[in-house]
C-alpha cells in the first residue's frame, strides 16, 4: 500500500524519452539534444517538426517527403459547416471538437510504418483547423489553406505577410513546438495509451491546453498587462493583487523550471524588436511587472514563464488576444504527437494510475 498520493505527479516518470531534454535548475532546453536557442536560430518550422518527428534534420529530398505528408492535411467540406455552426466562443473547444469529428472516419491505426505520415497530415489539418476557426470568429469565408509552407499559408490569413512578422512567428512555432508531458501532452498520452488514435489524443490535449494554469496563461497574462495599463500602475497593482489578496500572478511560475525559463530570451528579443509605439506601453508596463514579481517571488524560485512573453509577440504580430492559446496550440500539435507515437511505439502500456480511498467504510442501504 502506498504513504500518500503524489499529488500533481509531480514525481512520476511516465515514459523515457530522446525528444526534449529540461534542466528546470539551469534553465536548459534541447530539442533531439540540440539547444533550443540553436534550433530557432537555425532551422525552419519543417525542419524542426521534422527533427522532433525523425530524429534528424532533414536533407532536401526527405523534406519534400514530408511536405507533401503535411500537404495532404486538407479539411473536408462537413468540417467547414461544422465550424459555420459554432457560436462565438473559446477556440480551444473549437478546435477540440473537430479534431474529435474529423476521428469519426479517419482509418489511421497505430502502425510503425504509417504514424509519422499520419502526423505530417495531422500538422497540415491542424494549420487548417486553427485557420479556419479564426476565419470563423471573424466573420470571414472558410478555406483550405495553402500548406506548401503552412506559416506562410497560415499569416496570409489574417494579411500579415511582412517576411519579419513570418520569421518571427516562426520562431514562436519553433519555440512552443514541445516541451516534455505538460498536462496538455499527458492528456493526449492517457488517450493514445488506450489505443484510441491520434487526432482523439489530440482532441483531449486541447481541453488540457486551455485551462489557466497551462496554455490559457498566454491570453491572461497579456489581459494583465491591460489590466494594469501602464508602467507606474505595476507597483499598486503588484501589492494590492499579489501581495495583498494573494492571487497568483500569471505568466509567472512553472512546474519544471526554478529559473529563467531559456525560450523567454528569444521571445523577449522579438518582442521588443517588433514593438511600435501603439504597443510601447504595454511592452513596457510587462517589463516592469516582471522586474517587480522577479524582486518579490526570486527567493522562492518564481519566475516569468513563457506565456509572459509569448503574448506580447502575437499581440504585435496583429493577433487578437482571444487567439493567443491556439496560436500556442498549434505550435505544440507537432510535440503532442511525436510523444505519443514515442510512447505507442516504444513503451506502450494502458496508463491507469490508483486513488487511496479515503471515504466512508462499508455501509448498507436500509429501505
Ligand atoms: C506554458 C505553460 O503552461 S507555463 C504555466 C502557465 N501558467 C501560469 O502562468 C499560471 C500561474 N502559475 C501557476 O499557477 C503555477 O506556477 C503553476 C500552476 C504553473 C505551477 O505550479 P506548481 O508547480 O503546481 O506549483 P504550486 O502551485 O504548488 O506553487 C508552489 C508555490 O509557489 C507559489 N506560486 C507558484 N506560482 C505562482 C504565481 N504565479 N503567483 C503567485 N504564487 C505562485 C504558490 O502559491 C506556492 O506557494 P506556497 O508554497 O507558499 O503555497
Ligand atoms: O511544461 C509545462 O508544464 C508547461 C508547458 O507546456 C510549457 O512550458 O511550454
Not at 473536408?76 to 473559446?90: C, N, V, Y
Request: hydrophobic share 40%; proline share 4%.
Amino acid at each position: 500500500m502506498p504513504m500518500d498520493v503524489d499529488l500533481g505527479l509531480e514525481n512520476t516518470y511516465i515514459k523515457h524519452t530522446k525528444l526534449t531534454y529540461i534542466d528546470g535548475e539551469l534553465g536548459v532546453l534541447r530539442y533531439r539534444g540540440y539547444d533550443i536557442n540553436d534550433v530557432v536560430n537555425n532551422l525552419s518550422f519543417m525542419e524542426t517538426a521534422y527533427l522532433m518527428l525523425y530524429g534528424r534534420i532533414p536533407d532536401s529530398k526527405e523534406l519534400k517527403l514530408f511536405s507533401s505528408y503535411i500537404g495532404d492535411g486538407k479539411l473536408p467540406e462537413r468540417i467547414f459547416s461544422m465550424i459555420d455552426t459554432f457560436p462565438e466562443g473559446d477556440p480551444l473547444s473549437m478546435a477540440s471538437s473537430v479534431f474529435a469529428a474529423l476521428a469519426i472516419d479517419n482509418n489511421m491505426k497505430w502502425s510503425i510504418d504509417e504514424n509519422k505520415r499520419n502526423a505530417g497530415r495531422i500538422i497540415g489539418l491542424s494549420f487548417n483547423v486553427f485557420a479556419n476557426i479564426y476565419l470563423h470568429i471573424k466573420g470571414k469565408k472558410l478555406y483550405n489553406i495553402d500548406l506548401g509552407d503552412p506559416v506562410s499559408g497560415f499569416l496570409r490569413v489574417t494579411n500579415n505577410m511582412d517576411p519579419k512578422n513570418v520569421k518571427a512567428f516562426e520562431a514562436a512555432m519553433i519555440l512552443y513546438m514541445d516541451h516534455e508531458i505538460p498536462a496538455s501532452t499527458t492528456a493526449a498520452l492517457v488517450t493514445a495509451s488506450t489505443l484510441s488514435d491520434m487526432l482523439s489524443s489530440l482532441s483531449s490535449a486541447m481541453n488540457a491546453l486551455k485551462g489557466p494554469l497551462h496554455g490559457g496563461a498566454a491570453e491572461n497574462a497579456f489581459l494583465e498587462f491591460l489590466d494594469i495599463g501602464s508602467p507606474e500602475n505595476v507597483k499598486p497593482w503588484f501589492n494590492e493583487h499579489i501581495i495583498k489578496n494573494r492571487e497568483r500572478l500569471i505568466g509567472f511560475g512553472h512546474r519544471v523550471y526554478k529559473t529563467y525559463d531559456p525560450r523567454i530570451k528569444k521571445f523577449r528579443e522579438l518582442s521588443m524588436s517588433l514593438c511600435d509605439e501603439k504597443n510601447r506601453i504595454i511592452l513596457d508596463t510587462a517589463l516592469e511587472l516582471e522586474r517587480v514579481a522577479l524582486d518579490y517571488f526570486r527567493e522562492k524560485k518564481i519566475y516569468p514563464n513563457t506565456d509572459f512573453f509569448s503574448g506580447l509577440l502575437f499581440n504585435e504580430l496583429g493577433f487578437e488576444h482571444w487567439f493567443f492559446t491556439s496560436l500556442f496550440a498549434l505550435s505544440r500539435v507537432t510535440g503532442i504527437l511525436a510523444h505519443i507515437i514515442e510512447y505507442n511505439e516504444n513503451e506502450q502500456r494502458l496508463i491507469r494510475p490508483r486513488a487511496i480511498y479515503n471515504g466512508d467504510g462499508e455501509r448498507f442501504i436500509k429501505r
